[in-house]
């Protein structure tokens, strides 16, 4: 088992900036990929940025030069710095980590989520 710990999520105004932390504990072998979704209210969860044990990132469109996705391996950690944050950045963020075990075998786990809250 993994567990998934998020920090950072808060209220900030439009304009300004928050950093997520995400840290992952428990029974790793590897990591293959860490990532962050987020879910407002009334839509569904939709990838934000992710993060490969290669170095290889992805953004949704939104958030294109504006937030950066970084990693720190040895300490299982993923971070998303998030700049000129928006009212329609208003979600539920939640850390994503792709694992493998020792047998190849790969496990999707959630963290429990973080709100972060943009106001206008």
């Known amino acids: 088992q993994v567990q998934l710990a998020e920090s950072g999520g808060g209220l900030v105004q439009a304009g300004g900036s928050l950093r997520l932390s995400c840290a992952a504990s428990?029974?790793?072998?590897?990591?293959?990929?860490m990532g962050w979704y987020r879910q407002a209210p009334g839509k569904q969860r939709e990838l934000v940025a992710a993060t490969t044990s290669g170095g290889s990132t992805n953004y949704a469109d939104s958030v294109k030069g504006r937030f950066t996705i970084s990693r720190d391996n040895a300490k299982n950690t993923v971070y998303l710095q998030m700049n000129s944050l928006k009212p329609e950045d208003t979600a539920v963020y939640y850390c994503?980590?792709?694992?493998?075990?020792?047998?190849?075998?790969?496990?999707?786990?959630w963290g429990p989520g973080t709100q972060v809250t943009v106001s206008s």
């Open positions: 428990g029974s790793i072998f590897s990591i293959r990929a």
């Open positions: 994503n980590a792709l694992t493998q075990t020792r047998g190849l075998s790969v496990y999707n786990y």
